[in-house]
């Protein structure tokens, strides 16, 4: 049984600061390429930045040089670092793990609210 358990999120002024952790249980976090991903009411869920499990990072355009996404193969956890904080930023962040070579294999966190007041 996998399961992935996001913290971090929370109310913070434009400008600030937060750092989202994600847990993985299970056995496959270190085969999986790990990413945060956001959602809004009535939106598509969207890919916010990942990391390989090789530690390759990704990021969606709208957040290059404010967010920075890692990884703790040793404590299965994945980070996110979010900088400079806008209020479109505001959403519900999801954690998703997609293990290497598992054709549509995904599995998701249960999300952690980021809201960013101007």
């Known amino acids: 049984q996998v399961q992935l358990v996001e913290s971090g999120g929370g109310l913070v002024q434009a400008g600030g600061s937060l750092r989202l952790s994600c847990a993985a249980s299970g056995s496959i976090f270190s085969i999986s390429t790990m990413g945060w991903y956001r959602q809004n009411p009535g939106k598509q869920r969207e890919l916010v930045a990942a990391i390989t499990n090789t530690g390759t990072p990704i990021y969606a355009d709208s957040v290059k040089g404010r967010f920075t996404i890692s990884r703790d193969n040793a404590k299965n956890t994945v980070y996110l670092q979010m900088n400079s904080l806008k209020p479109e930023d505001t959403a519900v962040y999801y954690c998703?793990?997609?293990?290497?070579?598992?054709?549509?294999?995904?599995?998701w966190g249960q999300g952690t609210q980021v809201t960013v007041s101007s």
């Open positions: 998703n793990a997609k293990p290497t070579g598992w054709t549509g294999i995904n599995y």
